[in-house]
């Protein structure tokens, strides 16, 4: 069972969410943290014929029992008009037929990136309103603006400013945990 779990909302192989998840995971120490890479995560687009007709797949499933497993969970959301991708909404869609408050009790750390200045705000805020209904504690978020030029594969969030807002929203989730 992992302590926490960490993912992307973007199931694109080449996600810079899923980039800024996976240095945060990296900063943890002491605690175990399952990283998931959604790319691996293809499901069906939602719909009531779609659960009639085929049930809940086993990844559903695992993916349900891990988050409800963990005592805290890490994801960044990436945004497509500034609404979240149709993708996460789709895996929450799907989450919540299983179960509607699969986040019980769980704290969350609830970032966002992207290449332009605003760094998924929009994504960001609306996916804040959106947990809580699934029993979630957004206990912390963080955008992080203009990806290309404030992120380094090597040294991760190379802007000093940006950097310690990372660092102090991760440390207070790290405190809730």
Same mark, same amino acid.
């Given at each position: ?18 980039? @800024? ?34 049930? *809940?797949?086993?990844? /559903? ?7 409800? +497993? ?6 960044? %959301?990436n945004e497509h008009n ?5 993708? *996460? ?18 704290? %969350? /750390? ?13 994504? /960001? ?5 959106? @947990?809580?209904? $699934?029993?979630?504690? %957004? ?11 404030? $992120?380094?594969?090597? +040294? ?13 929203? /991760? ?7």
């Amino acid at each position: 069972m992992a302590a926490l779990l960490a993912m992307a909302g973007s199931n694109s192989a080449t996600s810079i969410n899923f980039k @800024l998840v996976k240095y945060t995971a990296g900063l943890i120490s002491g605690k175990e943290v399952q990283l998931l890479n959604m790319a691996n995560y293809p499901f069906p687009m939602y719909s009531e014929d779609n659960e009639q007709e085929m049930g *809940f797949s086993n990844s /559903l499933i695992e993916l349900r029992n891990d988050i409800m +497993k963990a005592k805290g969970v890490i994801i960044s %959301v990436n945004e497509h008009n500034s609404n979240p991708s149709a993708y *996460f909404k789709n895996v929450l869609d799907w989450l919540s037929r299983l179960e509607i408050k699969f986040l019980e009790d769980t704290e %969350v /750390l609830l970032m966002s990136t992207s290449p332009g200045k605003r760094g998924a705000q929009g994504s /960001l805020e609306i996916i804040t309103k959106l @947990l809580p209904r $699934f029993g979630a504690n %957004v206990c912390a978020t963080y955008s992080l603006p203009s990806f290309y030029q404030n $992120f380094d594969a090597d +040294k991760g969030i190379i802007d000093e400013d940006l950097s310690e807002k990372h660092r102090q929203a /991760l440390n207070k989730f790290l405190s809730k945990i």
